[in-house]
């Protein structure tokens, strides 16, 4: 009871000195004190006494519930420590607990989550050994580890496994994993039968299985049979989230039908399905490359009053386009606008708009908006610095210039090889040279 209240409260060092004076006194812990224990300090992340507290109960009857080892682990995976939940299974757990299926389970999406597919098909094949048998979710696990690592054909080899057992049969999570494979390479003809042959046994595709599809035939530019899986989608039952008018309107902005993809978002407002971050950067940068500024502009008021959390990505290609054109003070709205959404501006936004200031000859509002960079600590490189500083000297401002160049090297750490280009060395800087 006493290392219960001491572990609720946070003093695990307290804790772990009772339970040594109870070891020592000869006092037995029940199983069920003995994992409370063990889950609060790996909850709390004390590893080390974890094992200390398991190396003191060796050579005793006391066991852990599969559900406690299970726990454990389990909490070890999510927080990526995958290689100390490995130590702790092999030179630990073991000893006092009797593994099952998503013991191993557990470990193996581990494994494949930090790409260690060896170490993972190591554990497949010895599960046998701990008394376990593969269950569908070890093979999907398997599976989408090794088409992550973009191993398409042992992936598919391994889906052609399970077909041939009699006692497991593979799922939709299982079709969709190699579907989804194959479309990241764009093997869509592979990807396509593998959809065909996924009907024909009877599974029946998700809408993440449309999804994958889908994106996979826009980025190839297969715009046709993107959206004949659209309908087909719709055909089935089966309704369209955020992600596939995402994918359908990123797929018409890369063929340059843009007209489409604007159709396509009017679609979604109308089934009030609200944008995430990706459609409005892919619907943006398509506006954007089309010339189609202003659309652009009313994309990202519409972003203001949504509840997202915008990444600069969002912004930029609006603001270049307005600087290009001349009109610095709308992207300088932007901005505004921009940190206002509690998104932090990139050495990219910075780049455009001190180059957009310098081609409408505003030096000083460059020079501003160089220091305010500086300031909240976005370090700019050798692009930014080069760029700048050729314009200051276009302009006849050597000695700002001289004085950018020293902040980059003395501040920043630049290359000194690839700034030296900007101003020569040699060059006297009460010369005013002319723009």
């Given at each position: 009871m006493l290392m219960r209240i001491l572990c609720r409260a946070g003093l695990h060092d307290s804790a772990r000195a009772v339970f040594d004076c109870m070891r020592s006194d000869g006092h037995s812990i029940d199983s069920a004190s003995f994992g409370f224990l063990l889950l609060s300090f790996v909850e709390a992340g004390k590893i080390d006494d974890v094992k200390h507290i398991i190396a003191k109960v060796q050579g005793s009857e006391i066991k852990m519930s599969s559900q406690i080892c299970n726990t454990m682990l389990n909490l070890l995976v999510n927080r990526n420590q995958v290689h100390q939940a490995m130590s702790l299974f092999e030179e630990h757990l073991l000893l006092h607990a009797s593994p099952d299926t998503w013991t191993l389970n557990i470990l193996i999406r581990g494994l494949c989550r930090v790409r260690d597919i060896d170490k993972a098909f190591e554990l497949f094949n010895h599960m046998e050994s701990f008394g376990c048998s593969p269950d569908v979710v070890t093979f999907n696990t398997l599976i989408n580890g090794l088409c992550r690592v973009n191993e398409i054909d042992r992936g598919h080899h391994l889906?052609?496994?399970l077909q041939s057992r009699c006692d497991i049969l593979p799922d939709v999570v299982t079709y969709t994993s190699v579907i989804s494979g194959c479309c990241k390479l764009g093997r869509m003809e592979e990807a396509s039968l593998l959809f065909e042959e996924m009907n024909t046994s009877g599974v029946r595709p998700s809408t993440v299985t449309f999804n994958v599809l889908i994106d996979g035939f826009g980025k190839v530019g297969n715009m046709s049979s993107a959206l004949s899986m659209y309908d087909k989608m719709l055909s089935v039952g089966c309704y369209p989230d955020v992600v596939t008018f995402t994918s359908l309107i990123d797929g018409?902005?890369?063929?340059?039908?843009?007209k489409q993809g604007l159709e396509l978002w009017q679609l979604m407002s109308a089934r009030n399905i609200s944008p995430n971050a990706y459609t409005f950067s892919i619907l943006i940068n398509?506006?954007?490359?089309?010339?189609?500024?202003?659309?652009?502009?009313?994309?990202?008021r519409r972003l203001r009053w949504t509840n997202i959390v915008p990444k600069p990505f969002i912004y930029n290609p609006v603001m270049d386009g307005f600087c290009k054109a001349g009109n610095v003070d709308e992207a300088n709205r932007i901005l505004v606008e921009m940190e206002e959404k509690g998104c932090r501006p990139?050495?990219?936004?910075?780049?455009i708009l001190i180059i957009g200031?310098?081609?409408?000859?505003?030096?000083?509002?460059?020079?501003?908006?160089?220091?305010?960079?500086?300031?909240?600590g976005c370090a700019p490189d050798s692009i930014t610095v080069n760029s700048f500083v050729s314009c200051l000297l276009k302009a006849g401002m050597a000695n700002e210039a001289l004085h950018i160049r020293r902040t980059a090297l003395e501040?920043?750490?630049?290359?000194?090889?690839?700034?030296n280009r900007a101003i020569p060395a040699t060059m006297n800087t009460d010369i005013v040279v002319a723009v």
């Open positions: 889906l052609k496994e018409h902005c890369r063929a340059g039908q843009v398509g506006l954007c490359k089309d010339n189609r500024l202003n659309d652009a502009r009313e994309c990202l990139d050495k990219l936004t910075f780049t200031h310098c081609m409408k000859g505003r030096m000083m509002e460059a020079m501003r908006i160089y220091n305010k960079m500086l300031s909240v501040g920043l750490n630049l290359g000194l090889s690839c700034l």
